[in-house]
């Protein structure tokens, strides 16, 4: 598949947003360098994982740190090209595709416009299915690939290489890095073979997120109930989605505090009053106390009206807000998975509760 | 010169504490790795920098963190022979020499020790004459050299690359490494020539170190003055030393924080009350107010009977002090430097007066 036009770009970056459930940073930075690439005539190719050579060389590039900061720092093309450069010279050769580490605005954007810079395709998985806050949450670490040897840059041309003893110090090793260089760095992680790409990440999350995009604008076009056609096409994946909520926000407390956004939102509705915490991404959601959806099942907001889905930073006071829960990819669910995403890796007091058991 | 008994540690170790100014670490755990490698027929040899080729390659070693932090924490022989053999590997070439980049128990004895442990010299220099809190308070630094480059590790087998826009850069990076880790790594930095380190070290200091430490034990063992002793050899040296102050411990306040000792000491004498203020060394003395002495130039505290010198984690309620001051390397006294290592970068609100202004 090629990504050409601006509306693709549009449509892809609305899904992504859904998918980030709040997180995975806002679009916009990731929108404009992708359009910049399309509109000098370059092209973004998806190919899916199995067409890769088992000996194929893929890396994850995403950015470590804060969303609310790429709004205020932004990174250059030339430090996104120089960081792929650099990695190749650590790895000692040259990458045949870029793959996302999450799917959110900003992770999956990026990769996309630096495939169409270098004419490298992307391969259409991810390693979440969503976005998580910490770099150890991804079916890649859990099922056995490592995060680092990565390579860090930042857009002051400072460069580091990390080897850590595991995936979870590589977190805090790079979360730490972040936080002494402004809240944003740009890393070239999980450096994989195509194999291993093929048998550890969760697949087809690119395409999903582009049907969402453009399920979104076909429905307000069509002036249709936006959310109930979103609801439609998600519980197609075989994986159900309900509407968890509906109402209007009254409150928002937020905070940046080491490297990440915590957040947390009210929403007040006929129903009552729902809750959602955010951590980088929403991490549980509740109504009246009773939890309705709980990590690593997705939380997403949408504008009621618009179908319009909103990261964390984009809330304010006054929006009317669908919340909807989806449920998460089953390699998420496994045991193995909830030990390193699941409720209580986020300080949650509670065992993941799939959620159409609650 | 050859390293070869224990009372050649022990005279280097309480040298090295005197010129480390309250920082530099506890000598201990240096002293511990010296002598084992003395007690397996390995001799640390001690080289005049202008003996080294001008295209020797030659790189300091030292440990970023809290110095509290290393007597819990320990450093094993095999990680920071592993460090050498990464930096060796990271460079494309074999070190020929060691050096040290500041004069503390534990940032010089390291070197030393590791000297031995892989039969290389080490180079009777540094780059401050005394020990810093911040990587970028260099010689080496502040006449051009770069600290990076640099390979960074920690005893759980984390490895990091290095390579910072500037030196304050990589300090920020480095501490925050290390404030991840646990507020304690190892690394090679400042990757020199011989031609650079003849030209930007302070040259003679460990030798220095090596004779305050050989005077202390004699002077105490001839029951001398011990501390007027040691100021007449101080003296010698060109550059003035003083009685600051002597007295009893009656206040000691300590906080580590972000992989930094934080500490105030208030010593009660019979001409009054002396207030030291410690950044991992000492950076200020005052008298009732008044400044007595201030960084670059050292402050010193050793026991008022023995003459031992103590580290600021030392220090404890009821001990006798003497606080000397000893005029800084004049390298350290320019302009330059003092924008790097003067008052006003250790948050104090003066210019630097020299001590013997004072």
Redesign the interface.
């Known amino acids: 598949m090629r990504i050409s036009t601006d509306e693709h770009v549009a449509d892809l970056a609305r899904g992504m947003v859904f998918l980030g459930t709040g997180g995975g940073g806002d679009p916009y930075v990731g929108e404009l360098f992708l359009q910049a690439e399309l509109h000098a005539g370059r092209r973004s190719t998806l190919i899916a994982a199995d067409t890769l050579a088992d000996d194929a060389f893929v890396l994850t590039i995403a950015g470590i740190g804060a969303p609310t900061v790429i709004l205020e720092s932004l990174v250059s093309r030339r430090t996104m090209l120089e960081l792929v450069h650099r990695a190749e010279t650590y790895f000692g050769r040259k990458l045949d595709a870029l793959v996302s580490v999450e799917i959110g605005g900003v992770n999956t954007l990026f990769p996309l416009a630096l495939g169409a810079a270098l004419d490298i395709p992307v391969v259409d998985a991810d390693g979440m299915g969503r976005a998580f806050p910490r770099l150890e949450m991804t079916s890649y670490g859990i099922m056995g690939c490592r995060a680092t040897p990565a390579v860090i840059m930042d857009e ?10 595991s995936d979870r ?1 590589a977190e ?2 790079s ?3 972040s ?3 402004g809240a944003m760095v740009w890393g070239a992680f999980y450096p994989m073979s195509g194999r291993e790409l093929k048998e550890f990440g969760v697949h087809g999350t690119v395409t999903q997120a582009w049907e969402i995009g453009r399920c979104i604008r076909e429905a307000r076009h069509n002036s249709e109930d936006v959310v109930g056609a979103l609801l439609a096409l998600l519980n197609q994946s075989g994986r159900p989605a309900r509407l968890l909520f509906k109402g209007k926000v009254v409150d928002v407390s937020r905070e940046t505090r080491g490297a990440w956004d915590h957040a947390s939102i009210t929403v007040a509705g006929s129903s009552g009053i729902c809750k959602l915490e955010l951590q980088n991404e929403f991490v549980i959601a509740r109504r009246d106390g009773k939890v309705l959806c709980m990590v690593p099942d997705m939380i997403s907001v949408v504008q009621s009206e618009s179908g319009e889905p909103l990261t964390g930073e984009m809330l304010t006071f006054g929006q009317r807000l669908s919340v909807i829960g989806y449920a998460a990819h089953p390699i998420l669910r496994r045991p193995e998975s909830l030990a390193v995403c699941g409720p209580r890796q986020f300080g949650l007091e509670h065992d993941f509760v799939p959620l159409e058991a609650l």
């Open positions: 002051s041309g400072n460069l580091m290489m990390v080897n850590a003893a110090t805090a090793i979360r730490s890095i936080a002494s260089l």
